[in-house]
């Protein structure tokens, strides 16, 4: 069973991941589910293992502290892959967006509520909401990165 992992690297963002056989999973960033998750696919990684983390970069008006927090959370992914040893990629939000809606949401189109509707339609039994009721974009972008990522079939391209 092969493993196609996307993340939203922001601090609401999220680790999803989709295999071969069709089965997936969406955890939160503060959620240590995913820790876990990524220990034991770290051990499988002969049955094909693909990541992929959305790019950051600093954001226009975006306070110095929370540009750092972001910063932070962003080298932790890393850390996480590289520690365990699984191949990633970056992938800018421009590119995955372009393949998995067809063509990138234009400016000033809501891409956080186009992204969790086409997220629910794809996958209607994963939560897209957080513990207090609230959509949670960051788990439909890295459902969706996780699906670019298995649509992109990485064995073939060069990881990381």
């Not at 939160?28 to 002969?46: E, G, H």
């Not at 234009?106 to 996958?123: C, N, P, S, T, V």
């Not at 788990?139 to 990381?160: F, H, N, P, V």
């Amino acid at each position: 069973m092969k493993y196609y992992i996307g993340v939203d690297p922001g601090a609401k963002g999220a680790l999803a991941y989709i295999t071969s056989q069709g089965i997936c999973a969406v955890w939160d960033y503060d959620d240590p589910k995913w820790q876990l998750f990524l220990r034991i696919v770290a051990t499988r990684q002969s049955d094909g293992v693909m990541a992929m983390i959305e790019s950051a970069h600093a954001m226009p008006k975006q306070g110095v502290s929370s540009m750092f927090n972001f910063g932070k959370n962003y080298g932790r992914w890393h850390g996480w892959f590289d520690a365990l040893q699984i191949p990633y990629q970056i992938v800018t939000p421009q590119k995955w967006k372009k393949k998995i809606f067809d063509s990138a949401p234009k400016k000033g189109e809501d891409q956080k509520q186009i992204a969790l509707d086409l997220a629910h339609r794809l996958y209607p039994s994963i939560s897209l909401t957080g513990p207090k009721g609230g959509k949670k974009d960051g788990r439909a972008d890295s459902l969706l990165i996780a699906r670019y990522c298995q649509k992109m079939e990485g064995g073939k391209r060069a990881m990381k």
